[in-house]
């Protein structure tokens, strides 16, 4: 009876952060998301508050570029 007290989810959540907050290289890594995952939000964060203040135009499609001249040489005419 008394075994059931430490055996099950709770125990095994507790040992793994137990664990997790005695291992360096976990804390080291934990630490990289947090960082990752807040700078991550900050740029977003940029973006969206750039597209209020500004929104893209919504005019017409970019007219489709001029073709490239072609590469310099003699030009060979077909119908001679």
């Known amino acids: 009876m008394a075994l059931g007290l430490f055996t099950g989810l709770n125990m ?6 137990t664990a997790a907050y005695y291992s360096p290289t976990v804390r080291r890594t934990l ?10 939000l900050l740029i977003a964060r940029d973006l969206v508050s750039e597209w209020l203040v500004e929104p893209p ?24």
């Open 12 to 17: 095994a959540v507790a040992s793994a952060a």
């Open 31 to 40: 630490r990289q998301g947090a960082v990752y995952g807040l700078a991550g």
């Open 57 to 80: 135009a919504a005019g017409p499609a970019a007219e489709p570029a001029e073709p490239a001249d072609p590469p310099p040489g003699p030009v060979r005419d077909s119908h001679s």
